[in-house]
């Protein structure tokens, strides 16, 4: 293998939506340096950040039937059973929810939690609170999905945060997604709420790392008790 190949294998893909971004992190960091060297190195730091927020990187998803992955990279904020958003209309019941908090430092590339038809997309305005707060999940710009899977219903919200203002869906209502599929992406800073059958078992913790596409949060088939975990 060739050095040229070494480099491009080891090279993290950039998502398209964030070129645009990138490009104009770019020309103010090449106007800052124009004026002050010192401050061109703070536009081109700045710049390494916009590309490596924008990063979709590959990922390696468990295929087991019943196995609830991912949405979203970042540190698991919220376990426990919500109502669901009412524009979703998956009922006025609680569902199993595990919430996912994205700091401006995660990929922020969302994946399908499971495979599922898309039976509803609901785009609801709110507030920019930070993401990582309970009531973000009621107050907060969302974008919602419902995905309906041979396990059941499945609602899957992106959630605005402190920072984010803008969620991009590349889904459409009636497509189907296989699980680990990119579905969606946050800009800049967020969260992403996902709704389980009630006798789903939740695989993690509150304070846990999660990774798209390949970290279970939860198990739709065993009959065992749901894990416990300790803080070391």
């Not at 090279?11 to 960091?29: D, K, Q, R, W």
């Not at 061109?40 to 979709?56: E, K, L, M, S």
């Not at 609680?94 to 997309?121: E, L």
């Amino acid at each position: 293998m060739s050095v040229i190949d070494s480099v491009r294998k080891s090279l993290v893909p950039v998502h398209p939506e964030g070129y645009i971004f990138i490009a104009g992190f770019a020309i103010v960091a090449f106007v800052l340096h124009w004026l002050s060297p010192t401050l061109g190195w703070i536009g081109f730091i700045a710049t390494a950040w916009c590309v490596y927020f924008f990063r979709d990187p590959p990922r390696v998803t468990p295929l087991r039937e019943g196995l609830v992955v991912s949405p979203a990279d970042g540190v698991i904020c919220s376990i426990g059973f919500f109502l669901p958003p009412a524009e979703l209309g998956l009922g006025a019941e609680p569902m199993q929810r595990v919430s996912v908090f994205m700091s401006v430092f995660d990929c922020h590339v969302n994946r399908a939690p499971i495979t599922g038809r898309i039976a509803r997309i609901a785009y609801r305005p709110g507030l920019f609170v930070n993401a990582d707060l309970d009531k973000a999940s009621e107050d907060n710009e969302r974008n919602g999905l419902v995905i309906d899977a041979p396990q059941g219903r499945f609602g899957v919200v992106q959630i605005a945060g402190l920072v984010a203002r803008r969620i991009v869906c590349f889904a459409q209502e009636g497509e189907t997604l296989g699980v680990g599929d990119r579905f969606g992406l946050i800009r800049f800073g967020s969260r992403v709420d996902v709704y389980m059958p009630t006798h789903a078992k939740p695989t993690v913790a509150i304070g846990s790392r999660a990774i798209a596409g390949e970290t279970v949060l939860a198990d739709l088939t065993t009959s065992t008790p749901a894990l416990s975990f300790k803080a070391g």
